[in-house]
């Protein structure tokens, strides 16, 4: 299995009560993490906050134009 993201690219968070107070898109994909109960994980960082965030690879999409 291999990550499906690379560092560099640019995605959003997709809906959900987890993600509700987040900043919108986009969000960079800072590094990519290991394989973990059952999905890849990425640090993501947005040009909005201060902080960094660790996702799932399910709770993120391919940023469309």
Known sequence: MNHKFRPGQNVRLLGGMLHRQVTEGPWEIVRQLPYT?????????????????????????????
Not at 37 to 64: A, H, L, N, P, T
């Open 37 to 65: 109960d059952g999905d890849f994980q990425y640090r993501i960082k947005s040009g909005r906050e201060v902080c960094e965030r660790v996702v799932r690879e399910s709770e993120i999409e391919v940023m469309r134009r």
